[in-house]
């Protein structure tokens, strides 16, 4: 059955003592307005894609890429075709590693451009 994927998000990983900096800073590298809001676990610099930041651990400090697909389970067999592999599951979407070592998530269809841009897979 075909489904669609198409990169969503591009995910800013910094630690938390340069959180608000680095935020700062990829506001005005990327010329996008800051969204901060306390109920999020990200700060938004919104468009299409979306650039978000997000602290992480660390050592895993760096860039990422999220992909939305309609359907989960297609796409992760789809890219693991590719070469990428598995690395764990959180909740509803995965963690994974691409050749090369490059971290990236495929989540379900999660903005509200969707399905614009979408890829179809057979």
């Not at 800073?25 to 978000?52: C, H, I, N, V």
């Not at 989540?107 to 399905?115: A, D, E, G, H, M």
């Amino acid at each position: 059955m075909a489904h669609r994927s198409r990169v969503c998000a591009v995910l800013f990983d910094v630690g938390s003592d340069s959180y608000e900096s680095a935020a700062r800073f990829w506001s005005g590298a990327l010329g996008r307005t800051l969204a901060f809001d306390p109920d999020e676990k990200y700060t938004a610099l919104r468009g299409d894609p979306d650039y978000l930041i997000q602290n992480a651990d660390p050592g895993h400090e760096g860039v990422h890429i999220d992909i939305e697909t309609d359907d989960v389970d297609a796409e992760v067999a789809r890219l693991e075709t590719l070469g990428a592999r598995k690395r764990n599951k959180v909740k509803g979407w995965w963690v994974m590693i691409a050749p090369g070592g490059n971290p990236f998530c495929v989540v379900p269809v999660q903005s509200k451009t969707w399905p614009k841009g979408a890829l179809e897979w057979e």
